[in-house]
Structures are given as structure tokens and as C-alpha cells.
T-cell receptor, first 115, second 112 residues
Framework: KAGVTQTPRYLIKTRGQQVTLSCSPISGHRSVSWYQQTPGQGLQFLFEYFSETQRNKGNFPGRFSGRQFSNSRSEMNVSTLELGDSALYLC??????????????FGPGTRLTVL | GEDVEQSLFLSVREGDSSVINCTYTDSSSTYLYWYKQEPGAGLQLLTYIFSNMDMKQDQRLTVLLNKKDKHLSLRIADTQTGDSAIYFCAENPDQAGTALIFGKGTTLSVSS
């Protein structure tokens, strides 16, 4: 079974631009979560989508948004990029049935650099 | 507030056992996880433990959970150079969601 895939793997943008990152979950997984990883703050939860609905949201500004499609693929968008948005963005998927199958499996991440 | 604490570095010799420790804050966390991250890669799930268990063994990995002290440990037996990576402990305090709270990670360095 294929793992979580994320595209693109690397991205360079300039301040003020916007960016869209994509995540394809493991086949059959309906929950997709996004995390930001930086050296200073570590891994922080951004948001989670389940059945095309945002179910949970972390403490990030409104410039960070996401969506999920009917095939469970998800995208996240960051508008008006700031230097501090440079990070590794990780996507994770899970079955979500209320048990150990809630375990999240991570993709390789998208490395975003904002200049 | 919610916080997961880990020591930042651990250095061992090949063949020794490694023990990585973690303390978590939310006693309602149902599952606790260990993830591994190699340079330039995403997170790889190593193992998890259900909160009503004290111990879980999976090949070279042993997880111990002390729920009273909110202490979790990961023991890697016969550590190899390929085990060099960053190890993250994570809890899920929100039983209705999937928002994991991670520690800052422990960098394990294995020398031959």
C-alpha cells in the first residue's frame, strides 16, 4: 500500500506570495492532519480534516487554511508569506475509527523556504 | 498548558542499549507514540502504547509507561548506527481528534 505523498517536496517563495501544498493520504484513510516543523517551535499542529470538514484547528493565524476533497486528498494554503513561515510542512493520515487505527502516518513533508 | 518534555541529546556506542525518556502532561491521553525522523525525512511511526498498558515490546523496542508519573520511555536494544536519528514522543490529549502534541525530540547519536 502506498504511503502518504506530499507535493512538492521543496518550494522557494518570496515574502508576500502565497503557496499551496498538496497531500494524498494512504488509500482508505479519511482523516488528514497538517503540522508545521521548525527548529525553534518544533512540531506544531495546524489543522485536521475529516470527510471534507475541518474538525480541529491549532493556534495559527488565518493566513493558514486548508481543505479536503471528496477523495480525501488535502491541500493547505498559506497567504501573504512571512519569513517565519519557512518550515517543513508535514501531512499525516489516519483511518479514524476511534481506536489504535487513529495512529497517524506521516508523509515526507514539503520544505518551504521564504526569502 | 500542554507540554511534552524530552532530553535533547543521547549518545551511545553501537551494541549498547539506548533509553529515551519523555514526560507528558495530559493524563487523559489514550495513546502515546514514538516517532523517528531521519535527516531530510518525514516522521516514521515506531510504536505506540495504549494508556492502560505498562509495557509494550516490539522486536528491539520496549516502551514503558508510568501513568502515575506521566513518564514514557523507549528502550532500543542492541543499538545500531542506523538508529541514529531524532526520536519524538507524542501524546493525543484530544480523544475526539488527532492533534498530536510532540516533544522537541531527542537526537540519538550512535558511534561505532
Amino acid at each position: 500500500k502506498a504511503g502518504v505523498t506530499q507535493t512538492p517536496r521543496y518550494l522557494i517563495k518570496t515574502r508576500g506570495q502565497q503557496v499551496t501544498l498538496s497531500c494524498s493520504p494512504i488509500s482508505g484513510h479519511r482523516s488528514v492532519s497538517w503540522y508545521q516543523q521548525t527548529p525553534g517551535q518544533g512540531l506544531q499542529f495546524l489543522f485536521e480534516y475529516f470527510s471534507e470538514t475541518q474538525r480541529n484547528k491549532g493556534n495559527f493565524p488565518g493566513r493558514f487554511s486548508g481543505r479536503q476533497f471528496s477523495n480525501s486528498r488535502s491541500e493547505m494554503n498559506v497567504s501573504t508569506l512571512e519569513l517565519g513561515d519557512s518550515a517543513l510542512y508535514l501531512c499525516a493520515s489516519s483511518l479514524w475509527t476511534g481506536g489504535a487505527s487513529d495512529t497517524q502516518y506521516f508523509g515526507p513533508g514539503t520544505r518551504l523556504t521564504v526569502l | 498548558g500542554e507540554d511534552v518534555e524530552q532530553s535533547l541529546f543521547l549518545s551511545v556506542r553501537e551494541g549498547d542499549s539506548s533509553v529515551i525518556n519523555c514526560t507528558y502532561t495530559d493524563s487523559s491521553s489514550t495513546y502515546l507514540y514514538w516517532y523517528k525522523q531521519e535527516p531530510g525525512a518525514g516522521l516514521q511511526l515506531l510504536t505506540y502504547i495504549f494508556s492502560n498498558m505498562d509495557m509494550k515490546q516490539d522486536q528491539r523496542l520496549t516502551v514503558l509507561l508510568n501513568k502515575k508519573d506521566k513518564h514514557l520511555s523507549l528502550r532500543i536494544a542492541d543499538t545500531q548506527t542506523g538508529d541514529s536519528a531524532i526520536y519524538f514522543c507524542a501524546e493525543n490529549p484530544d480523544q475526539a481528534g488527532t492533534a498530536l502534541i510532540f516533544g522537541k525530540g531527542t537526537t540519538l547519536s550512535v558511534s561505532s
